[in-house]
Protein backbone atom coordinates (compact mmCIF):
# COMPACT_ATOMS: atom_id res chain seq x y z
CA UNK A 1 0.00 0.00 0.00
CA UNK A 2 1.11 3.35 -0.85
CA UNK A 3 1.46 6.51 2.00
CA UNK A 4 1.46 10.20 1.87
CA UNK A 5 2.82 10.91 4.80
CA UNK A 6 3.61 14.17 6.73
CA UNK A 7 6.57 14.48 8.77
CA UNK A 8 6.74 17.35 11.11
CA UNK A 9 10.03 18.71 11.68
CA UNK A 10 10.39 17.11 15.53
CA UNK A 11 10.13 13.55 13.61
CA UNK A 12 12.69 14.94 11.09
CA UNK A 13 15.12 15.97 13.92
CA UNK A 14 14.98 12.71 15.69
CA UNK A 15 17.65 11.39 13.97
CA UNK A 16 20.19 13.74 15.28
CA UNK A 17 19.07 13.69 18.61
CA UNK A 18 21.37 11.75 21.24
CA UNK A 19 20.76 8.00 20.25
CA UNK A 20 21.63 6.58 23.84
CA UNK A 21 18.35 6.65 24.82
CA UNK A 22 17.15 3.70 23.29
CA UNK A 23 14.03 4.97 22.60
CA UNK A 24 15.43 8.10 20.46
CA UNK A 25 17.71 5.23 18.70
CA UNK A 26 14.13 3.61 17.88
CA UNK A 27 12.50 6.35 16.44
CA UNK A 28 15.62 7.24 14.49
CA UNK A 29 15.89 4.24 12.62
CA UNK A 30 11.78 4.53 12.02
CA UNK A 31 12.53 7.91 10.49
CA UNK A 32 14.94 6.85 8.61
CA UNK A 33 13.61 3.82 7.29
CA UNK A 34 10.07 5.42 6.70
CA UNK A 35 11.82 8.14 4.48
CA UNK A 36 14.23 5.32 2.67
CA UNK A 37 10.77 4.02 1.69
CA UNK A 38 9.59 7.72 0.27
CA UNK A 39 12.81 7.57 -1.67
CA UNK A 40 12.80 4.30 -3.56
CA UNK A 41 8.99 5.58 -4.42
CA UNK A 42 7.45 3.36 -1.94
CA UNK A 43 5.55 5.57 -0.48
CA UNK A 44 5.14 9.47 -0.60
CA UNK A 45 5.77 12.41 1.09
CA UNK A 46 3.70 15.77 1.75
CA UNK A 47 5.67 19.02 2.40
CA UNK A 48 4.13 22.08 3.79
CA UNK A 49 5.42 25.93 3.70
CA UNK A 50 4.62 25.30 7.69
CA UNK A 51 8.40 22.74 7.17
CA UNK A 52 9.87 25.33 5.40
CA UNK A 53 9.47 27.93 7.72
CA UNK A 54 10.35 25.91 10.40
CA UNK A 55 13.54 24.65 8.81
CA UNK A 56 14.37 28.12 7.89
CA UNK A 57 14.63 28.92 12.24
CA UNK A 58 16.96 25.78 12.17
CA UNK A 59 20.72 26.77 12.78
CA UNK A 60 22.63 26.60 9.44
CA UNK A 61 24.96 23.15 9.43
CA UNK A 62 24.84 19.51 8.40
CA UNK A 63 21.57 18.98 10.28
CA UNK A 64 19.42 21.55 8.73
CA UNK A 65 21.27 20.55 4.97
CA UNK A 66 20.24 17.16 5.59
CA UNK A 67 16.60 17.39 6.82
CA UNK A 68 16.45 20.05 3.46
CA UNK A 69 17.44 16.98 1.55
CA UNK A 70 14.80 15.06 3.24
CA UNK A 71 12.10 17.94 2.94
CA UNK A 72 13.08 18.38 -1.03
CA UNK A 73 12.01 14.62 -1.66
CA UNK A 74 8.27 15.75 -1.14
CA UNK A 75 5.54 14.96 -4.29
CA UNK A 76 3.72 18.06 -2.53
CA UNK A 77 4.32 21.16 -1.12
CA UNK A 78 1.54 22.35 0.81
CA UNK A 79 0.99 26.55 0.19
CA UNK A 80 -0.14 28.28 3.80
CA UNK A 81 -3.51 30.31 2.42
CA UNK A 82 -6.34 31.69 4.70
CA UNK A 83 -7.85 28.23 4.90
CA UNK A 84 -4.76 26.47 6.32
CA UNK A 85 -4.31 29.65 8.93
CA UNK A 86 -8.10 29.41 9.30
CA UNK A 87 -8.36 25.74 10.81
CA UNK A 88 -4.71 26.41 12.60
CA UNK A 89 -6.56 28.88 14.41
CA UNK A 90 -9.13 26.47 15.18
CA UNK A 91 -7.08 24.06 16.33
CA UNK A 92 -4.37 26.63 18.34
CA UNK A 93 -7.66 27.30 20.62
CA UNK A 94 -7.91 23.45 21.11
CA UNK A 95 -4.99 23.35 22.61
CA UNK A 96 -2.00 22.66 19.83
CA UNK A 97 0.91 24.99 19.45
CA UNK A 98 1.34 27.35 17.01
CA UNK A 99 3.87 25.39 14.55
CA UNK A 100 2.16 21.76 15.75
CA UNK A 101 -1.51 23.48 14.68
CA UNK A 102 -0.55 24.82 11.29
CA UNK A 103 1.23 21.21 10.68
CA UNK A 104 -1.93 19.38 11.64
CA UNK A 105 -4.01 22.26 9.05
CA UNK A 106 -0.96 21.08 5.99
CA UNK A 107 -1.57 17.59 6.62
CA UNK A 108 -5.06 17.61 6.32
CA UNK A 109 -5.12 20.02 3.63
CA UNK A 110 -2.87 17.94 1.92
CA UNK A 111 -4.81 14.99 2.52
CA UNK A 112 -1.71 13.11 4.35
CA UNK A 113 -2.46 9.78 5.27
CA UNK A 114 -0.72 9.90 8.62
CA UNK A 115 0.86 13.11 10.01
CA UNK A 116 4.11 11.52 11.98
CA UNK A 117 5.49 13.38 14.93
CA UNK A 118 8.17 12.41 17.82
CA UNK A 119 6.88 15.50 20.77
CA UNK A 120 4.44 13.48 23.00
CA UNK A 121 2.68 16.34 24.02
CA UNK A 122 1.05 16.38 20.32
CA UNK A 123 0.44 13.14 20.47
CA UNK A 124 -1.47 13.00 23.48
CA UNK A 125 -3.46 16.03 22.49
CA UNK A 126 -3.71 14.32 19.09
CA UNK A 127 -5.36 11.43 20.86
CA UNK A 128 -7.68 13.05 22.89
CA UNK A 129 -9.12 15.02 19.99
CA UNK A 130 -9.12 12.75 17.07
CA UNK A 131 -12.52 12.87 16.95
CA UNK A 132 -12.22 16.13 15.43
CA UNK A 133 -8.76 15.57 13.22
CA UNK A 134 -9.16 14.97 9.65
CA UNK A 135 -5.70 13.36 9.97
CA UNK A 136 -4.38 10.78 11.65
CA UNK A 137 -1.25 11.69 14.19
CA UNK A 138 0.84 8.57 15.08
CA UNK A 139 4.73 8.52 16.31
CA UNK A 140 6.90 6.92 13.44
CA UNK A 141 7.85 3.83 15.51
CA UNK A 142 4.45 3.03 16.14
CA UNK A 143 3.32 3.89 12.82
CA UNK A 144 5.95 1.67 10.97
CA UNK A 145 5.42 -1.56 13.22
CA UNK A 146 1.29 -0.93 12.36
CA UNK A 147 1.60 -0.78 8.69
CA UNK A 148 4.36 -3.39 8.36
CA UNK A 149 2.83 -5.72 11.14
CA UNK A 150 5.60 -5.75 13.21
CA UNK A 151 3.49 -6.02 16.61
CA UNK A 152 7.53 -6.02 18.75
CA UNK A 153 6.86 -3.75 21.38
Known sequence: MEYLIYFDVCCLNRPF????????????????????????GNWQMLGSEAIDA???????????????????????????????????AELFELGFKNYDALHIACAEVGNADILLT??????????RLS????????????????VTNDRRE
Do not use: F
Not at 20 to 33: D, I, P
Open 17 to 40: DDQTQERVHQEAKAVRLIIDRCHS
Open 54 to 88: ELDRTPTGARKQQMETWVALAMTTVAIDEQIYSRA
Open 118 to 127: TDDRMLRLAA
Open 131 to 146: SVLQVKVENPLRWLRE
